[in-house]
């Protein structure tokens, strides 16, 4: 063979795996522009998003798939998207976390927020088992409502090797009590006398995601807003811990008997994740590049999302609604309980 057909070989072949790809993708990222354009019409109608886009866009992928299965020319990009392009983004996601400002918290505040998570993670778990989810399924339920909700599930599911029903269902319902949270907040705050740091604490452990943070502490002042990101970010970071314990636990149980490879104990992306998080903690990411980093991390993931969707079986989320909607309600109710009481010990109200 010459060296010509040698040097030319890998070219064709990575040209051919692109080509391959790019059917699913494009179908991918159509959903996942749809899912952005709806997003757009909520707030241009309603004044916010009622539905985000992450929901959106495996809602729009799994009606698509009521009446339409990807065929084989499909199937490659769907997978690429469901799986290797999450995984980046979940890897990228850890440049845009910062513990700077995690310090001004204090010591007391600090371990409360990593108790609540730990113990909502475990009871929403125990909850989820009690109904009869599946391991998985309860798993990305108790991780969404302790973390950060989409985000969490969406980190998580690579992690454990979740099924897309699962992904899906947990999202979907999880999102719609994300939106009655952010309701509930300023009126708990309101009846329990909470002053602006209280209010603050309480969205910072309750609410999923960080615009919602901001929208449920607003009522109580700009002090209730900066407490409550704060708080917030410190879930966030809870983000790497948590996904690095669930991968080992997650590799041991499949791998038992053998010794697994470090890949397996610990995902690449978990690795990244945790990296990037270091430099940007140490002021090596440059702030110029978060804001479209970000927007990159966003595109992948409603990709990924909607990929979620082209794969999920309508029929088998619609099966497990009723069980999972109730572990969620049940779940942020202990969440919100064990965030009272963090409050109460510590004198925050």
Same mark, same amino acid.
């Given at each position: 063979m010459t060296q010509t057909a040698l040097t030319a070989t890998p070219v064709r072949l990575s $040209?051919?795996?692109?080509?391959?790809?790019?059917?699913?993708? =494009? #179908?991918?990222?159509v959903v996942a522009g749809s899912a952005l354009a709806l997003q757009a019409v909520?707030?241009?109608?309603?004044?916010f998003a009622w539905v985000e886009a992450l929901v959106l866009a495996i809602l729009i992928g799994a009606g698509l798939r009521l009446f339409w299965s990807p065929s084989?020319?499909?199937?490659?990009?769907?997978?690429?998207?469901?799986?290797?392009l999450l995984e980046v983004a979940v890897a990228l996601l850890g440049a845009?976390?910062?513990?700077?400002?995690?310090v001004a918290l204090g010591p007391w505040l600090l371990l409360a927020i990593i108790g609540v998570v730990a113990v909502a993670i475990a009871g929403g778990f125990l909850i989820g088992r009690a109904f009869g989810l599946p391991p998985a399924m309860a798993l990305l339920v108790a991780c969404g409502n302790a973390i950060c909700g989409?985000?969490?599930?969406?980190?998580?599911?690579? $992690?454990?090797?979740a099924e897309g029903e699962d992904v899906a269902a =947990? #999202?979907?319902?999880?999102?719609?009590?994300?939106?009655?949270?952010?309701?509930?907040?300023?009126?708990?705050?309101?009846?329990l006398g909470y002053q602006a740091t209280g209010v603050g604490v309480l969205a910072g452990l309750t609410v999923y995601a960080v615009p919602q943070v901001l929208a449920a502490a607003a009522p109580a002042g700009a002090a209730a807003i900066q407490t409550g990101a704060v708080v917030k970010l410190v879930r966030v970071l809870m983000l790497g811990p948590v996904s690095l314990v669930l991968g080992l636990l997650h590799a041991r149980t499949i791998h038992k008997g053998q010794r697994p490879k470090l890949s397996h104990l610990v995902p690449w992306f978990i690795i990244a994740f945790l990296a990037l998080m270091g430099l940007r903690s140490a002021g090596l990411i440059p702030e110029a590049i978060l804001v479209p980093l970000d927007h990159g991390v966003t595109a992948m993931t409603l990709m990924a999302m909607a990929a979620l969707g082209l794969m999920v079986d309508p029929k088998a989320v619609?099966?497990?609604?009723?069980?999972?909607?109730?572990v969620a309600g049940i779940s942020a109710l202990m969440i919100g309980a064990l965030a009272v009481g963090a409050i109460t010990i510590l004198r925050l109200g």
């Open positions: $040209v051919d795996t692109a080509l391959n790809l790019l059917p699913g993708l =494009a #179908i991918s990222a909520e707030r241009h109608v309603i004044g084989s020319r499909f199937m490659p990009g769907i997978r690429f998207s469901a799986k290797t845009t976390v910062s513990g700077a400002a995690v989409n985000s969490a599930i969406a980190a998580i599911a690579p $992690v454990i090797e =947990a #999202i979907g319902f999880t999102a719609v009590l994300g939106i009655a949270v952010v309701l509930l907040v300023p009126v708990v705050g309101h009846l619609v099966r497990a609604g009723p069980r999972v909607a109730a």
